[in-house]
């Protein structure tokens, strides 16, 4: 939902002269999209992962690496498939940083 809302910001931002077909073809957009395509991976791979031990509460390790693998191969398979290895990275960030929380400070 952040990410349609941010995609909608950056779309009113765009000036009229540069929409062509309901598209924005202003320099700045797509890497601007492609940006918050691999910040919002990130994010979205430490909010799973977290919020799912903060939902564990007795096995919130176990249910974090289970989260986190399930992740790892779902995005394999999008870099596989889709050639999108920027966002790969940043979710394998996020979600070894939450692991690393729940792990080491245990995430209450």
Request: net charge positive.
């Amino acid at each position: 939902m952040l990410g349609f809302q941010a995609v909608h910001l950056l779309d009113a931002l765009c000036p009229p002269k540069l929409v062509e077909s309901g598209a924005c073809i202003a320099p700045w957009h797509e890497p601007s999209i492609e940006a918050l395509i691999v910040i919002t991976a990130g994010l979205a791979a430490f909010g799973i992962v977290a919020v799912g031990a903060l939902v564990a509460p007795s096995h919130k390790l176990r249910v974090a690496a289970v989260l986190f693998a399930c992740g790892a191969v779902f995005a394999m398979y999008i870099v596989r498939a889709a050639g999108l290895s920027s966002p790969f990275f940043t979710a394998a960030g996020g979600g070894s940083v939450a692991l690393w929380l729940v792990n080491a400070r245990g995430i209450r």
